[in-house]
C-alpha cells in the first residue's frame, strides 16, 4: 500500500532536513572542491529537487503569509530536473552560500509561526 502524501508541516521538516544536509555535505568545502566532488555536488542537487518538489505541495496559503520569491525555487528544481545539462556548479555554490541562509531563515519561520 502507497503511504499517504506528506502534509505541509512535513514538507517544511521535508525542506529543512534537505537545507541541514547540503550544509553537511559541503561543510569546509571550497568552490573548487565542490566543482571536483561529484558525490557532493549531485548529492546538493538531489536535494534542491527535494525542497523545490516539496515547495510545490505546500498549501499556497501558507507560502503567500510571506514575502519570498517562492518561483524562484520551483524554478530551480525544474532547471536541475529538466535542463540538467546546463546547470552550472558555480550558480549553486552561490546558491548555497549566498541564498541558502536567508532561505533557511524563512522556512524555520513557517514552522514556528505556522506548525508550532
Not at 20 to 49: P, R
Not at 71 to 96: G, Q
Not at 97 to 106: V, W
Request: net charge negative; glycine share 2%.
Amino acid at each position: 500500500m502507497k503511504p499517504e502524501k506528506p502534509i505541509s508541516r512535513e514538507r517544511i521538516e521535508h525542506i529543512l532536513y534537505s537545507i541541514l544536509n547540503i550544509q553537511s555535505f559541503t561543510k569546509g568545502y571550497s568552490l573548487e572542491e565542490f566543482e571536483h566532488d561529484l558525490k557532493v555536488y549531485y548529492a546538493c542537487l538531489y536535494q534542491f529537487a527535494v525542497i523545490g518538489e516539496a515547495i510545490m505541495n505546500i498549501d499556497n496559503e501558507i507560502l503567500k503569509k510571506y514575502d519570498y520569491p517562492w518561483y524562484k525555487v520551483k524554478s530551480f528544481r525544474n532547471f536541475i530536473m529538466h535542463e540538467y545539462h546546463a546547470v552550472d556548479a558555480r550558480v549553486v555554490w552561490d546558491t548555497i552560500i549566498l541564498i541558502l541562509p536567508g532561505f533557511t531563515d524563512i522556512v524555520e519561520q513557517i514552522l514556528e509561526r505556522e506548525f508550532k
